[in-house]
C-alpha cells in the first residue's frame, strides 16, 4: 500500500488555507488590492507539476497571481538542484528581490522550496548571505506550504522546514494546472537508482509509487473536464508498482489509462534503460492511444563512462533495447538524454557516445555539460579533459545529432499528422503551433480559434528543431 499523509494532517493544513484566506480579507479590506503571488519553476515537469499544487493551494487562499516581482506581496522560487547554472539563476533571482524588497516592498515574503533547498549546505547559503528570505521549505514539505507560509506572514524569524520525510505521498491536494487539454499526472516519486552524478535521489528521496486507484481517479476527472492529454510522470516510471503489493507494473498501468474514455494522447516520461521491459514496449506498441514516443536517457556511450555513472547497461545492451523497440514500433520517435565532459571521460570515450547517436538515430537529444553535484560520488572524480576539449566534444555532439534531427524531420514532408493546438508559435507570432503524436512541433498557419482543437497538418518543410506544415482539416483527434 502507497504511504499517505493522514486526513488528519491534510485538514490541519485547509485550516491553515481558511486562515490564510481570512489574512488575504483583511489585507484586501485594508489596502483596497487582493495579496498577489508570484510563482517561477524550474527544472523538470515533475516540478512544474509540484507548482500546480502549491498554486493550487495558494488560490484557495486567496491569493491572485502576478508575473510582476514589483507588484508581488509573495514570491516563491520553486527550485531545481540537477545542474549548478539552474541553481545560480535562483541566486541571481535572490539577489534582486532583495533590492526590490529593500526599497519598494518590506512586507514582501520570500519563499524559496523545491530540490535545491533539500541540500542542507544551500538552505545553509540562503540563511547566511539572504537574509531578506522568510520561507524555506522542501520537496517533503510541500504539503505543510499553508501552515509554512502562515507562519512565514506572522512571525518575524525565517522559516526552514527541509527535513527528510518517510516518504509518505500527499494524495487531493488543490491544484490549479496550466493548460486545459494537456495535464501532467505523478505516477511515482523519488528514484533508488543512484547514478554517480545525480542529485535526485538525495532530494526526492526513495521510489514511492501512487496507487492505481489514485492515479485512475486524477485521469478520470481529468478526462471528464474536457483534458484529452494525459503525461504520467516519475523519475524511473519503469520502476511504477514495485513498491507496491498491487501486482501493477507501468505496462499495465499504461494500458488501464488507455481504456479511459476521452483520452485520446498518452505520453510519459522517464525511463530508466536498465528497467524497460519488453512488456512495456508491447504496451507502448499495442495501446492506441500510447503515443509512439520514447525518451530513453543513456547518458554516455563508453562502458567505462556508464560504469562509473552506476548506469547498470552498457552501451550494447542499450543498443539492442533501441533495436528492440523499433522492431516492434517502427514509427516511434526516440530521444535522449546525453552528458558531456564526465570527469573521467575522454576523447575516446565520447567517441564511443558518437557512435551511440549515429546507430540509435534519436530524433532529438537534450545534451548536457557535466554539473558537478556536492554529495555525489561524482564530485570526487577527477577531470580527464579540460573545459576547453569539452565544451568542444559538446559542439560536435550537436552537430552530429542536428544532422540526423533533420534529415528525420526530413522525413515527415508531405505526410499528414495530426496535431494537438497549443496557442501562437514562441518563433512567429503569425504562426500557431501544435505536437505531433511523435512530439514534434509543427508551426503552421491558422485561426487562434483552432488553439486547444485537433487538427490535420501536412508538413511542407523540415527544420533541425521543428516542422512547418499547412493546415488541412479538424480532427475528433489523436
Ligand atoms: S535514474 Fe539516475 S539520473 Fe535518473 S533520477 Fe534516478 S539517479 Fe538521477
Redesign the pocket.
Known amino acids: 500500500m502507497a504511504k499517505l499523509i493522514t486526513e488528519e494532517q491534510l485538514a490541519v493544513q485547509r485550516e491553515y488555507i481558511t486562515k490564510l484566506r481570512g489574512e488575504n480579507a483583511l489585507y484586501a479590506q485594508r489596502t483596497g488590492r487582493a495579496r498577489s503571488v508570484l510563482t517561477e519553476t524550474y527544472g523538470c515537469q515533475q516540478n512544474e507539476n509540484d507548482t500546480e499544487r502549491i498554486r493550487g493551494m495558494l488560490r484557495d487562499a486567496g491569493f491572485e497571481f502576478t508575473e510582476d516581482p514589483h507588484n508581488a506581496d509573495v514570491v516563491i522560487y520553486n527550485t531545481c538542484a540537477v545542474r549548478e547554472n539552474a541553481e545560480q539563476k535562483v541566486f541571481g533571482r535572490l539577489g534582486i528581490l532583495k533590492h526590490i524588497k529593500e526599497e519598494e516592498r518590506p512586507d514582501m515574503i520570500v519563499a524559496v522550496c523545491g530540490c535545491m533547498v533539500q541540500q542542507e549546505h544551500i538552505t545553509e547559503k540562503i540563511k547566511a548571505v539572504h537574509d531578506h528570505v522568510d520561507l524555506v521549505f522542501g520537496t517533503h514539505a510541500l504539503y505543510k506550504m499553508p501552515e509554512l507560509l502562515y507562519r512565514a506572514v506572522k512571525e518575524k524569524n525565517v522559516v526552514v522546514d527541509i527535513e527528510q520525510s518517510d516518504g509518505a505521498i500527499a494524495e487531493d491536494l488543490p491544484i490549479m494546472r496550466d493548460g486545459s487539454d494537456k495535464a501532467w499526472v505523478s505516477v511515482m516519486y523519488g528514484?533508488n537508482?543512484?547514478?554517480s552524478y545525480?542529485i535526485?535521489?538525495y532530494v526526492r528521496g526513495r521510489e514511492r509509487s501512487r496507487s492505481a486507484d489514485a492515479v485512475m481517479n486524477e485521469v478520470r476527472e481529468l478526462a471528464a473536464n474536457g483534458v484529452s492529454e494525459i503525461s504520467l510522470l516519475g523519475?524511473?516510471v519503469n520502476s511504477y508498482g514495485k513498491d507496491l503489493d498491487e501486482g501493477i507494473d507501468f505496462a499495465d498501468l499504461l494500458t488501464m489509462v488507455n481504456g479511459v474514455e476521452g483520452v485520446k494522447r498518452i505520453r510519459f516520461m522517464?525511463s530508466?534503460p536498465k528497467d524497460l521491459s519488453d512488456k512495456l514496449i508491447d504496451a507502448i506498441a499495442r495501446c492506441d492511444k500510447v503515443c509512439k514516443q520514447l525518451h530513453l536517457p543513456v547518458q554516455a556511450g563508453s562502458d567505462r563512462v556508464l560504469k562509473q555513472m552506476n548506469r547498470r547497461y552498457t552501451k550494447a545492451q542499450y543498443l539492442e533495447k533501441i533495436d528492440k523497440i523499433k522492431k516492434a514500433i517502427p514509427e516511434i520517435s526516440l530521444s535522449t538524454d546525453i552528458i558531456v565532459g564526465f570527469p573521467t571521460e575522454t576523447n575516446e570515450d565520447f567517441e564511443e557516445t558518437l557512435d551511440v547517436l549515429r546507430k540509435a538515430e534519436f530524433d532529438h537529444i537534450f545534451s548536457f555539460i557535466y554539473s558537478r553535484r556536492e554529495g555525489t560520488p561524482a564530485a570526487k572524480l577527477d577531470f580527464a579533459l579540460s573545459d576547453e576539449e569539452i565544451r568542444r566534444n559538446f559542439n560536435k555532439l550537436l552537430d552530429v545529432q542536428n544532422e540526423i534531427s533533420k534529415r528525420k524531420n526530413e522525413a515527415m514532408v508531405g505526410t499528414v499528422e495530426t496535431v494537438l493546438v497549443d496557442g501562437v508559435s514562441k518563433n512567429d507570432a503569425a504562426m500557431l503551433s501544435g505536437r505531433c503524436d511523435n512530439s514534434k512541433i509543427v508551426n503552421f498557419k491558422g485561426d487562434k480559434s483552432l488553439i486547444g482543437k485537433y487538427i490535420d497538418v501536412r508538413i511542407t518543410e523540415a527544420h533541425t528543431w521543428s516542422l512547418n506544415g499547412e493546415y488541412v482539416r479538424e480532427t475528433e483527434g489523436r
Open positions: 528514484c537508482n543512484f547514478c545525480c535526485v535521489p523519475q524511473n522517464t530508466h
